[in-house]
Structures are given as C-alpha cells and as structure tokens.
C-alpha cells in the first residue's frame, strides 16, 4: 500500500487541500478530483501540449507533473481565464480569428498563450510559432491561433 500526502494548492484563486496518492499525475487530480476538465489530455507524454496549465506562474505540462509536486503551489487552468459569458481578452481573440478548430489543443494553447504573452515581445508571427511550436494542433489550424494570440499582443501592450 501507497502512503497518500497531504497538499494544499491554490487553483484558480482558491485554495485546496487534498491526500493524493504519490503517482498521482497533475492532470489526473485537475480532472478526476477537482472536476476541472478543461485541462485536456491527449499524449500522456508531454508532447502535445493539450494538458498546459501555469505553476507558479510558468507554463507546465500536467502529464508530467505529479500532483505531490504542486504542494504549495498556485496553479492557473484554462477555466480561470474567463466564462462562456465573459471570455478573457485571449479567449475572445481565438473565436473572432477562428483559432478554436476542434478545440481540444484549445486549452492547452491558451494557457501556453498566456506564459508567452507574460515573458516575450512575440514581435513577429517567427516568435509566436516558435513559442506555440510545443503544442500540437492536430487540425492543423496554426495560422488562426497565431492571428490570435498577434491580436491581443497590442493591446498587452496598450495596457502596460
């Protein structure tokens, strides 16, 4: 038998307490225990990109990540970003450019979206296709997501 940890997390802006198991992976306590189900799962390897969410502040994998690993962390999923009433900014700029395409890299590609946004200039589509070029868009829809993410990268700086 497995001895379970305590963790406490902040997600999303609240804190959680849970035991978890010590091979729990980040993205199966995201999805399984929270209900948090916008973080996606698609390799299990970390090649994707589908489970990106932000710890502490930088963009991580949550396949590769265990769950015992987080304590004391903050963790940010795609679900703090806005709501199906009020998208964020970023969220509002992959449906009007149509980045959305099936929508399962979608939350993946968000999030990595907001760790480029926070640490680069992304002065050119080079600079945004190299910092997205770890997630997978299996629509191949590329092109819309960077448009996207080159949309909202004048108004971050607008706003500074």
Same mark, same amino acid.
């Given at each position: 038998?497995?001895?379970?940890?305590?963790?406490?997390v902040t997600i999303n802006g609240c804190t959680v307490r849970a035991r978890v198991e010590p091979?729990?992976?980040?993205?199966?306590? +995201?999805?399984h225990e929270l209900g948090l189900t916008g973080t996606h799962v698609g390799c299990e390897h970390?090649?994707?990109?589908?489970?990106?969410?932000?710890?502490?502040?930088?963009?991580?994998?949550?396949?590769?990540?265990?769950?015992? /690993?987080?304590?004391?962390?903050?963790?940010?999923?795609?679900?703090?970003?806005?709501?199906?009433?009020k998208l964020s900014p970023l969220q509002e700029a992959f449906r009007t450019c149509h980045g959305? /395409?099936?929508?399962?890299?979608?939350?993946?590609? +968000?999030?990595?979206?907001?760790?480029?946004?926070?640490?680069?200039? +992304?002065?050119?589509?080079? /600079?945004?296709?190299?910092?997205?070029?770890?997630?997978?868009?299996?629509?191949?829809?590329? /092109?819309?997501?960077?448009?996207?993410?080159?949309?909202?990268?004048?108004?971050?700086?607008?706003?500074?």
């Open positions: 038998m497995t001895a379970e940890h305590d963790i406490a091979r729990m992976l980040l993205s199966d306590f +995201l999805r970390g090649v994707c990109g589908a489970c990106t969410i932000l710890l502490d502040g930088d963009s991580v994998r949550a396949c590769l990540t265990l769950a015992v /690993q987080t304590d004391g962390a903050i963790i940010e999923t795609v679900e703090s970003l806005g709501s199906a009433e959305l /395409q099936c929508g399962f890299c979608t939350p993946g590609m +968000l999030m990595t979206c907001m760790d480029l946004l926070k640490k680069y200039p +992304l002065a050119s589509d080079d /600079q945004i296709r190299e910092g997205l070029s770890g997630n997978l868009c299996r629509c191949t829809g590329y /092109q819309h997501i960077v448009e996207a993410l080159r949309s909202v990268v004048p108004k971050k700086e607008r706003a500074a």
